[in-house]
């Protein structure tokens, strides 16, 4: 298998985070299940990093600029994840979204809550294991 080392950073190099997270968005709403659970675990790899001052918890304003330049991919990226954890039952697939999924209903906006609502009881309510534990570790 290969690594992000191999695949995510060269192409973060080459084509820039903005292209590849868009290209990543594009996998993840339209790609075959294969492509869908790769973009899902590629995209933790393509995230803005925040960088802190020494131990505080106050980023640096270059890192912070970068990191809200960006936040408009975020929120598609989440609310994207959202309805193809809900829609696609490919166990895969919600395997690899769940991790990265934001399950926090007030971080959506007031048409997508239900929908949260939604992929909370799929997982709780699941016959995998994984999925179960996993969105109870992040409630």
């Not at 695949?7 to 299940?33: D, I, K, S």
Request: with cysteine; glycine share 4%.
């Amino acid at each position: 298998m290969l690594s992000r080392v191999q695949l995510v950073e060269p192409a973060l190099a080459v084509f820039g985070r903005r292209r590849v997270q868009m290209a990543l968005l594009e996998y993840l709403r339209t790609g075959t299940n294969v492509q869908r659970a790769g973009a899902a675990r590629a995209w933790y790899w393509t995230q803005v990093p925040l960088v802190y001052f020494g131990l505080s918890s106050t980023p640096t304003p270059e890192s912070k600029a970068e990191y809200d330049a960006f936040a408009d991919l975020r929120r598609e990226w989440h609310e994207t994840a959202l309805h193809v954890f809900v829609t696609n039952e490919d166990l895969d697939v919600r395997r690899c979204i769940i991790p990265g999924l934001e399950l926090r209903a007030e971080n959506y906006p007031e048409h997508l809550r239900e929908t949260v609502v939604r992929a909370i009881d799929i997982a709780r309510t699941h016959p995998d294991e994984y999925l179960r534990h996993r969105v109870e570790h992040q409630i």
